[in-house]
């Protein structure tokens, strides 16, 4: 709800509680006359004949009338404590209103502090600064003198923080920040393309390998066989001088004669 609303409202409820009071006081005082005039003999009771159980009443309308203005009387001594309440309730919304106030000129005036707009130093030239800017502030210029000058006190307490929390050093650490997170994207994504890299190259080696494998397998398989058939050619197996063992195709001396 906004300000305006919550405000109308408050007029409203106001108005009627005092048209309301002042209703029930007039009532009051005309029974009051009423009664004293019946009393006197000048003015007629109120006629009013009930029946109970059979039984008619005739002078039921003065005790009616009388019961009315008693229970009257008894109410208006009731309204001074109930006026205390009210003003109480009204006294609270006006400090609300005027905290309010007070938070959204802070808010103009720190805002402006962050921005690097104040210069000055000494408290009362700093402060009459302050209220400069937030009288020629167009959102500001409903609120009272009282109000301004609060706010510009906060303000002026508050400058050390608005001059850490300046938004030139804001904009600063921000654009810091989106430096270091799209380094680390980039990061990240490099690390991804050598994870695949890797995966391929321990694909290709573990291939390799398992076609080296299969190649020493077939390799041993010939030399095995050739083995088997050299004597039958004609031709033997000799060992090299480092003590292993090869196949050499050689013939035997009589077959070379």
């Given amino acids: 709800m906004s300000d305006t609303v919550r405000s109308a409202i408050f007029l409203v409820q106001f108005v009627l509680q005092r048209l309301a009071t002042l209703v029930f006081l007039l009532v009051a005082l005309g029974l009051i006359v009423a009664t004293g005039l019946a009393v006197a003999g000048i003015w007629p009771w109120l006629e009013m004949p009930l029946a109970f159980g059979g039984t008619v009443y005739p002078q039921a309308g003065l005790a009616v009338q009388s019961c009315v ?8 001594i009731y309204l001074p404590t109930n006026a205390r309440i009210m003003a109480l309730e009204n006294s609270h919304r006006r400090f609300h209103i005027g905290m309010a106030d007070v938070a959204r000129a802070y808010a103009a005036a720190h805002a402006a502090d962050r921005a690097g707009m104040f210069q000055v130093q000494s408290e009362f030239d700093a402060v009459r600064e302050r209220l400069a ?125």
């Fill in 133 to 257: 800017y937030m009288r020629e502030h167009p959102d500001l210029e409903s609120l009272e003198p009282q109000i301004m000058e609060v706010a510009a006190q906060m303000s002026f307490l508050s400058r050390e923080l608005a001059e850490i929390y300046s938004d030139d050093k804001v904009d600063r650490a921000r654009a810091f920040l989106k430096q270091r997170q799209q380094e680390i994207e980039l990061f990240n994504r490099r690390i991804d393309h050598a994870k695949a890299v890797t995966l391929r190259l321990k694909r290709w080696a573990e291939d390799v390998e398992l076609e080296e494998s299969v190649a020493v397998s077939q390799l041993q398989r010939l030399r095995e066989d050739l083995r088997d058939i050299l004597p039958e050619l004609g031709y033997r197996e000799v060992e090299t001088l480092e003590g292993a063992s090869v196949v050499n195709l050689q013939q035997p001396a009589k077959a070379a004669e």
């Fill in 69 to 76: 203005t008693l229970l009257a009387v008894l109410l208006c």
